[in-house]
């Protein structure tokens, strides 16, 4: 499909400069972006590539002033990465409203429910009683257990398992491998030293317009519910434990760890391989520093914390520094200690 820089300046709401019948059929990097493909300028440090890409179109911001001319159309928005994100979001609907019908190679249970416009791939297994809403699109592989349901327009990847009983609200995107509704780890010490299983029989329920990362697991509660709030986004190879709660809008990096019964705020920032201590609440707006490790609850809002155990991120950006110049301030301290003896040394000796 072929798209006019007129169709898509309408579509994002831009404006164009240069030719508005320069035609795209596809994307690419400004920098090894080819003719027949849409690009965009947003960070100033490419800005170079504006000058040399090939690209027939580019998305750029308003307030970009060229520094020499360009031999691309550009389309002109508020926000280049923004835009370039919606045409981005548009073409992908387009490829995935395309992709209909139901693989004999699946299982569906006599009594599922399935709603229309449904897709299923090859090996893909739906169990008894599961609720497969409109538009939901199921990748190869991809095991919906017992009881399950699963709103309008979601997407659910090859390989993805989700236990009985999870819930999974509309405009869900849950990538390949992930698995929802595991047992959370839940054992109780013996006399004897072992380990006795705390049945799990809680679920998992997710929110509307959340995306979850590629092999993300999520543990169903012990009892009630694992929730995660409408509008998170979380990474890949991302561990939520039982009875974890995620506030709306947060966002959470790779190899973060949550565990047991942590509550999360509304908008909360986590940084890849951050770690959560169990039991604790983090406010709303936190914003926490990669491979910090948040062993106590935070309390006040907008906070930024970093390090581990963490505490206030621009103190611990000082800290750090004083830690790299501990040899040299050990030095210092050895080298006074010396002196301090010399001059005692000196005073006892004019006795």
């Not at 280049?80 to 699946?106: C, E, H, R, V």
């Not at 429910?113 to 893909?124: A, D, H, K, R, S």
């Amino acid at each position: 499909m072929q798209f006019s820089a007129s169709q898509i300046a309408l579509l994002i709401q831009g404006t164009v400069e240069g030719n508005a019948n320069a035609s795209v059929a596809g994307f690419g990097k400004i920098e090894i972006a080819q003719p027949g493909q849409i690009s965009f300028l947003a960070n100033p440090k490419y800005e170079d590539f504006l000058y040399t890409t090939q690209a027939s179109i580019v998305i750029v911001n308003a307030n970009l002033v060229l520094k020499q001319p360009v031999n691309t159309t550009l389309i002109r928005v508020a926000d280049a990465y923004s835009a370039f994100a919606q045409l981005l979001t548009q073409y992908q609907n387009l490829k995935t409203q395309q992709l209909q019908g139901i693989s004999q190679q699946s299982f569906v249970a006599e009594n599922a429910t399935l709603g229309t416009n449904v897709y299923i791939e090859p090996f893909v297994y739906i169990g008894s009683n599961a609720v497969i809403g409109n538009n939901v699109k199921i990748f190869a592989g991809a095991v919906i257990g017992d009881q399950v349901v699963i709103g309008n327009d979601c997407l659910i990847g090859a390989n993805v398992t989700i236990y009985a009983h999870c819930e999974i609200g509309t405009k869900v995107t849950i990538h390949a491998g992930a698995v929802i509704g595991s047992d959370g780890f839940g054992f109780a010490p013996q006399a004897d030293g072992s380990y006795a299983k705390i049945p799990q029989i809680g679920n998992v329920i997710i929110e509307n317009n959340v995306e979850i990362g590629a092999n993300t697991t999520i543990d169903r509660a012990t009892i009630g519910s694992t929730i995660v709030r409408a509008g998170a986004k979380i990474d890949n190879l991302v561990q939520i434990a039982h009875n974890v709660e995620i506030g709306n809008h947060t966002v959470i990096a790779s190899q973060a760890g949550i565990s047991g019964s942590t509550k999360i705020g509304t908008g909360v920032m986590v940084g890849g391989q951050a770690g959560f201590a169990g039991h604790i609440v983090v406010a709303n707006g936190t914003k926490i520093g990669g491979q910090s490790g948040i062993t106590r609850s935070i309390n006040t809002p907008n906070t930024s914390v970093n390090d581990t155990p963490a505490f206030d991120y621009k103190m611990s950006l000082r800290s750090q520094i004083v830690y790299k110049n501990l040899p040299q301030l050990s030095k210092r301290v050895d080298d006074l200690e010396k002196l301090i003896v010399a001059l005692q040394e000196q005073i006892r000796n004019k006795e």
